[in-house]
């Protein structure tokens, strides 16, 4: 969610924020984004006060009878971790199981006898995703007898084929009362019983986007079992919907902050997904590079980075892990491609290193927090024939596209229930269902430009396949002067390369930074994909890159390496086990314990945090609890 460069950092474990709102990948300099684990100001959060009732703080060992978890669980640190802490809360799980698991010893087993055995898919060719996987895999083996087999994946793959599914919709019984799954979509496909085409127990693939600059947007994950993302199959045993209603109607960020703090502790007590941590990425740039800070919106102002001194010259060339398939706007589910799609074209706006509103393509303005009135500015133009970008463009693409049955876009849930009407030229106004005061901050109302003439056609014979591949959508041939790069030339699986846009229109505004007057202030841009690590950290010590993400076991020796500097930048991503509590999501036997609140539990208890941020991320990072960064505004005071 936050704009940042995407390419500096390991995207296979990242997906663009609609990815999971069917993916709208930020970049450019940057991302919007949705998944996987950085963040983290390395602090304790390892306390554990309040985790035991009448224990010693060391590992449960009271026979399980007196344990009690607090309003905030802090799962996965004494005295929350540890073989008989994990044993007690797994045989909780077993008693509300029909069938009979057991442990024989310290071995788990299933009802015919045979170990459990389960498997954790993690990103290939990504030594930090693999040290990860490998250290849980011991954990899981160590404090709860699990046998856990670790499988690399690509990324993409995991995605097309495990992650996602078929809509199907249904019904299920969920706390007692039937749910229907009206809205179906590839990251909810319907009930749990409704399953994504290859099986698959655990990943740590992807993460999720914490949204701390407003946790509203959350809903997309929690709001009850049938929100637009739950790949996993999660069913809140809190009244969800209930609760994020209440917050809704917050009228401050003090409020909403008082709001969530129900949501944080249910959601720290059920573990839909087992967290971990949360981990700066660590980013490796060319010395000479001006521009980079260690910011959560580091990249938001790359037209006016730099190298060397104030003049347009030279080439931005970055390296990254994440392939894409599409550059199309419309339909784009992948942060990589997000990131390629943003050299060229500029979304509508972004957050500067305050985190503040900053307009790109339109200014945003409320009185009451249900009308917004959106202010296109003037000198935007599309490339011919298309002409200036108007209000017009922007009406039309909500309500023809992203509003439309036919139509699944990237953004369609964003604007589901949004009335948007024209009030001018270079104006129009969106209503929301309710008053939110922080709506900018959840990214729903981003738009990318999209010529009215081009999509039309489309529009009137409901042609989505068509839309999907038009090569002047593919190949970003309107974009006229509303990027800061013009796409010379796209080499499926291999990257993008551009060159200056002379026309760029963040030249002619009043807002930002000096240089925005001369930006961008390089001749040309790439963008590499390249799978092996190795190859990708030879090209930024080399010069051949002008940045590349650098893993955590790496860090002290890059620090000490004069032909690169290092950034650690904050980030809202998390690193989480997905669990996967579908039908498919338990190959060891009959049933899934994955369902249970308590083996969730179990599993976080048998992982320790910090053992994982000391050994593999190198104490670049700290514990995950509360579903927010400590650094965020929203994170709850009573989990200090």
Same mark, same amino acid.
Request: hydrophobic fraction near 30%; proline fraction near 6%; glycine fraction near 10%.
């Given at each position: 969610?936050?704009?940042?460069? $995407?390419?500096?950092?390991?995207?296979?474990?990242?997906? /663009?924020?609609?990815?999971?709102?069917?993916?709208?990948?930020?970049?450019?300099?940057?991302?919007?984004?949705?998944?996987?684990?950085?963040?983290?100001?390395?602090?304790?959060?390892?306390?554990?006060?309040?985790?035991?009732?009448?224990?010693?703080?060391? @590992?449960?060992?009271?026979?399980?009878?007196?344990?009690?978890?607090?309003?905030?669980?802090?799962?996965?640190?004494?005295?929350?971790?540890?073989? @008989?802490?994990?044993?007690?809360?797994?045989?909780?799980?077993?008693?509300?199981?029909?069938?009979?698991?057991?442990?024989?010893?310290?071995?788990?087993?299933?009802?015919?006898?045979?170990?459990?055995?389960?498997?954790?898919?993690?990103?290939?060719?990504?030594?930090?995703?693999?040290?990860?996987? &490998?250290?849980?895999?011991?954990?899981?083996?160590?404090?709860?007898?699990?046998?856990?087999?670790?499988?690399?994946?690509?990324?993409?793959?995991?995605?097309?084929? *495990?992650?996602?599914?078929?809509?199907?919709?249904?019904?299920?019984?969920?706390?007692?009362?039937?749910?229907?799954?009206?809205?179906?979509?590839?990251?909810?496909?319907?009930?749990?019983?409704?399953?994504?085409?290859?099986?698959?127990?655990?990943? #740590?693939?992807?993460?999720?986007?914490?949204?701390?600059?407003?946790?509203?947007?959350?809903?997309?994950?929690?709001?009850?079992?049938?929100?637009?993302?739950?790949?996993?199959?999660?069913?809140?045993?809190?009244?969800?919907?209930?609760?994020? &209603?209440?917050?809704?109607?917050?009228?401050?960020?003090?409020?909403?902050?008082?709001?969530?703090?129900?949501?944080?502790?249910?959601?720290?007590?059920?573990?839909? *997904?087992?967290?971990?941590?949360?981990?700066?990425?660590?980013?490796?740039?060319?010395?000479?590079?001006? /521009?980079?800070?260690?910011?959560?919106?580091?990249?938001?102002?790359?037209?006016?980075?730099?190298?060397?001194?104030?003049?347009?010259?030279?080439? *931005? &060339?970055?390296?990254?892990?994440?392939?894409?398939?599409?550059?199309?706007?419309?339909?784009?589910?992948?942060?990589?491609?997000?990131?390629?799609?943003?050299?060229?074209?500029?979304? /509508?706006?972004?957050?500067?290193?305050?985190?503040?509103?900053?307009?790109?393509? *339109? @200014?945003?303005?409320?009185?009451?927090?249900? +009308?917004?009135?959106?202010?296109?500015?003037?000198?935007?133009?599309?490339?011919?024939?298309?002409?200036? +970008?108007?209000?017009?463009?922007?009406?039309?693409?909500?309500?023809?596209?992203?509003?439309?049955?036919?139509?699944?876009?990237?953004?369609?849930?964003?604007?589901?229930?949004?009335? +948007?009407?024209?009030?001018?030229?270079?104006?129009?106004?969106?209503?929301?269902?309710?008053?939110? #005061?922080?709506?900018?901050?959840?990214?729903?109302? #981003?738009?990318?430009?999209?010529?009215?003439?081009?999509?039309?056609?489309? +529009?009137?014979?409901?042609?989505?396949?068509?839309?999907?591949?038009?090569?002047?959508?593919?190949?970003?041939?309107?974009?006229?002067?509303?990027?800061?790069?013009?796409?010379?030339?796209?080499?499926?699986?291999?990257?993008?390369?551009?060159?200056?846009?002379?026309?760029?229109?963040?030249?002619? #505004?009043?807002?930002?930074? @000096?240089?925005?007057?001369?930006?961008?202030?390089?001749?040309?841009?790439?963008?590499?994909?390249? /799978?092996?690590?190795?190859?990708?950290?030879?090209?930024?010590?080399?010069?051949?890159?002008?940045?590349?993400?650098?893993?955590?076991?790496?860090?002290?020796?890059?620090?000490?390496?004069?032909?690169? &500097?290092?950034?650690?930048?904050?980030?809202?991503?998390?690193?989480? $086990?997905?669990?996967?509590?579908?039908?498919?999501?338990?190959?060891?036997?009959?049933?899934?314990?994955?369902?249970?609140?308590?083996?969730?539990?179990?599993?976080?208890?048998? $992982?320790?945090?910090?053992?994982?941020?000391?050994?593999?991320?190198?104490?670049?990072?700290?514990?995950?609890?509360?579903?927010?960064?400590?650094?965020?505004?929203?994170?709850?005071?009573?989990?200090?």
């Amino acid at each position: 969610m936050p704009r940042r460069n $995407i390419e500096d950092r390991d995207d296979s474990r990242h997906v /663009g924020r609609r990815q999971w709102l069917s993916a709208l990948g930020m970049a450019g300099a940057v991302t919007l984004a949705g998944c996987s684990g950085n963040g983290g100001d390395g602090g304790d959060g390892s306390d554990g006060s309040d985790g035991m009732d009448g224990g010693d703080g060391s @590992d449960g060992s009271d026979g399980g009878e007196s344990l009690e978890l607090s309003d905030f669980p802090k799962f996965g640190v004494d005295p929350l971790y540890g073989r @008989d802490v994990a044993h007690t809360l797994a045989e909780r799980a077993f008693e509300q199981s029909e069938y009979d698991y057991s442990f024989d010893g310290d071995t788990m087993v299933n009802p015919d006898g045979d170990q459990v055995e389960i498997n954790i898919y993690h990103s290939a060719g990504q030594e930090t995703s693999q040290l990860t996987a &490998d250290f849980i895999a011991q954990e899981l083996g160590q404090n709860l007898g699990i046998n856990v087999s670790v499988e690399a994946i690509d990324g993409t793959r995991f995605n097309n084929e *495990y992650w996602t599914a078929e809509p199907q919709g249904g019904t299920d019984t969920v706390n007692g009362e039937e749910v229907t799954w009206e809205n179906p979509t590839p990251q909810n496909p319907g009930p749990q019983s409704v399953t994504s085409n290859e099986p698959w127990d655990m990943s #740590i693939v992807f993460g999720l986007n914490t949204y701390p600059l407003n946790p509203l947007t959350n809903s997309v994950f929690f709001d009850g079992a049938t929100p637009f993302y739950n790949p996993v199959g999660y069913y809140p045993q809190f009244n969800a919907q209930e609760l994020f &209603d209440e917050a809704q109607q917050a009228t401050s960020v003090d409020e909403l902050r008082e709001a969530f703090v129900e949501i944080f502790e249910n959601l720290a007590y059920e573990q839909p *997904y087992i967290t971990l941590l949360f981990s700066d990425d660590i980013v490796g740039y060319n010395p000479e590079l001006e /521009g980079p800070i260690e910011n959560f919106s580091n990249g938001w102002d790359l037209p006016a980075w730099y190298e060397g001194d104030e003049s347009v010259s030279g080439s *931005y &060339d970055t390296v990254t892990s994440a392939r894409f398939t599409t550059l199309n706007p419309l339909f784009n589910t992948e942060n990589g491609a997000g990131t390629a799609i943003e050299r060229a074209l500029d979304p /509508g706006y972004t957050f500067d290193e305050n985190q503040e509103y900053f307009p790109l393509l *339109y @200014d945003m303005s409320t009185e009451d927090g249900e +009308v917004w009135t959106f202010d296109v500015r003037e000198n935007l133009q599309f490339s011919e024939p298309y002409g200036q +970008v108007t209000a017009e463009d922007f009406v039309y693409l909500v309500q023809e596209l992203h509003q439309a049955d036919w139509a699944p876009t990237a953004a369609s849930s964003s604007w589901d229930g949004v009335e +948007v009407e024209q009030t001018g030229e270079f104006q129009f106004e969106a209503t929301l269902e309710s008053p939110n #005061i922080l709506w900018p901050k959840t990214y729903d109302p #981003i738009l990318y430009p999209i010529p009215k003439d081009l999509v039309q056609p489309y +529009v009137e014979e409901e042609d989505v396949e068509g839309l999907e591949q038009d090569e002047e959508l593919l190949e970003l041939q309107f974009t006229g002067n509303l990027g800061a790069f013009e796409l010379e030339e796209w080499n499926r699986g291999s990257g993008t390369e551009y060159v200056r846009n002379d026309e760029y229109y963040l030249r002619d #505004i009043d807002e930002g930074p @000096d240089l925005f007057s001369e930006g961008p202030l390089f001749e040309e841009a790439s963008i590499s994909v390249v /799978g092996e690590q190795a190859s990708r950290l030879g090209a930024l010590e080399t010069g051949e890159a002008d940045s590349a993400a650098i893993p955590p076991e790496q860090y002290e020796s890059y620090r000490e390496n004069e032909s690169v &500097d290092v950034y650690q930048v904050p980030t809202p991503y998390n690193t989480i $086990i997905s669990v996967n509590q579908r039908a498919n999501g338990w190959n060891a036997g009959p049933g899934n314990l994955f369902q249970l609140v308590p083996f969730r539990q179990a599993l976080a208890a048998a $992982i320790s945090k910090q053992d994982l941020i000391d050994g593999v991320y190198r104490g670049l990072a700290s514990p995950h609890f509360t579903w927010q960064p400590r650094w965020s505004e929203f994170y709850p005071e009573t989990d200090e």
